[in-house]
């Protein structure tokens, strides 16, 4: 075999090749690096007037949150949050905080997502995770949620300046995903004893389906089946699926 083989290493988006795009990015993280102070300053003068019994404020600067990365249209930027402390509230319900409108919502707080509220049986969940739980609960729910591959939430992290192996990503799904399943259904409202079964006729990807839906008293879907035929022994399965 003596064919030559060429191997061309490609330029990586976060790779600055010449000095221009150099001088725009350290202009860039500069920009975003005052007007989040400036934001931030805004957000306590706002709140000047929140005071603790013993007169002192009760908003107060507490540091800065890791730099991360930020993609823009010059490529990614790092950039730290400001983080600002209540030191006046006695719960998560009543606690004052910051959110900067400039930055992303993943970067301005830990959000949680799918709708769980923070408990300390899931902070525990997460316990000694490298990575934030929030983090993972994205994955897991974009993974689980919309058919996409390990490896494009891989990239879609990597847009957001967070760099997960695909193959973590799956562990956190084997893993979290049957746990998360037994909270859901743990905390899910229980179905009503009246319900009735509908049947529709509708084209599905170009082909006409029948829908068998059960349907409680207060509208919600217990249970829904997709078929091609009307056949009475699938339909009495589907009631028995359905606990109807």
Known sequence: MNETINIVRLR?????DDPLTDVLRTGARKLLAQA???EAEAFLAE?????????????????????????TGIGPVPVSRVKVRDRGATGEADRVRFSSSILPKWMCCKVFVIGLRCSPGRVEMF?????DQSVILLCIRWYLAYG???????????ERGISVDHSTIHRWVVHFAPLLMERFNRRKRAVTGRWHADETYIKVRGRWMYLYRAIDSVGD????????????????????????
């Open 47 to 71: 709140m000047r007037d929140l005071k603790l019994p013993d007169g002192r404020e009760r908003l107060v600067r507490h540091g800065r949150g890791p730099e991360r990365s930020i993609q």
């Open 127 to 131: 316990k000694g995770r490298h990575f």
């Open 148 to 158: 996409l591959s390990l490896r494009d939430l891989r990239e879609m992290m990597a």
């Open 36 to 38: 989040i102070e400036m």
């Open 12 to 16: 990586q988006p976060d790779e600055i």
């Open 221 to 244: 879907t217990v249970e829904f089946w997709f078929s091609e035929y009307r056949d009475l022994r699938d339909c009495q399965e589907f009631r028995v699926r359905a606990g109807c």
